[in-house]
């Protein structure tokens, strides 16, 4: 099957008629490609039970941009986002303990960032989790994913934009689009429970919290 043509993809606000497609399209991602999920044996199942708890409220908050064939409006892309004031939804306690590592080591990010900060509504967006179909890789469709995502957000009177890039893949496109590193933490290093969980991803380095300003 041919891969499709960027110029035949539209990029648009999630809707809530969206939420099957990009659960399935989110979980497939991140368990396939993701290092920390799929280290820790993530699977899809797991995945795709994380990704429909905050499908509620990326309708409500209207941050999150998908990518659709044009014509037959088929998902292709996804960047779920949201605000970086909102709580965690409920039923995050019941997600398999598989999460738990790498809640731990991005929860350490977080909270290293907020540190001196007053994060209030309506001025940071989080951008989440950001997965292509495979069908539609490299063509540049999650790097344009970011760009709307981060224009819509500005429209909306956001004033920075933060992620936390788990790869060399993902971090490179945010470090493109001008995010700059605020913390990091090291695969290597990171013990959960005394164990070394990611010990064997140690090559990608570890996650990296990045921010860039939406004002101006």
């Known amino acids: 099957m041919n891969s499709p043509n960027p110029t035949h993809i539209e990029y648009g606000l999630y809707t809530a008629a969206d939420a099957d497609a990009m659960a399935e399209l989110l979980a497939e991602t991140f368990s396939r490609n993701d290092p920390p999920?799929?280290?820790?044996?993530?699977?899809?199942?797991?995945?795709?039970?994380?990704v429909r708890l905050f499908l509620p409220k990326a309708a409500e908050e209207k941050l999150t941009i998908v990518a659709r064939l044009a014509g037959t409006g088929e998902l292709v892309g996804a960047l779920l986002t949201e605000d970086c004031a909102s709580t965690m939804p409920e039923g995050v306690a019941l997600l398999s303990p598989k999460?738990?590592?790498?809640?731990?080591?991005?929860g350490q990010l977080d909270t290293e960032y907020r540190a001196g900060r007053e994060v209030r509504p309506g001025e940071y967006v989080h951008l989440f989790l950001l997965g292509v179909s495979s069908r539609a890789a490299g063509q540049g469709i999650a790097k344009r994913l970011v760009a709307a995502c981060l224009e819509n957000a500005a429209q909306r009177g956001y004033r920075t934009a933060v992620c936390e890039a788990t790869n060399k893949t993902s971090q490179h496109i945010f470090r493109t689009l001008g995010f700059a590193e605020r913390v990091h933490r090291s695969y290597a290093a990171h013990?959960?429970?005394?164990?070394?969980?990611?010990a064997s991803i140690a090559e990608q380095g570890g996650p990296i919290l990045m921010d860039r300003s939406l004002v101006g």
């Open 191 to 198: 013990r959960f429970n005394g164990q070394a969980m990611f």
């Open 37 to 50: 999920a799929w280290v820790l044996g993530v699977t899809a199942a797991d995945f795709e039970s994380f």
């Open 99 to 106: 999460f738990e590592p790498i809640f731990d080591i991005l």
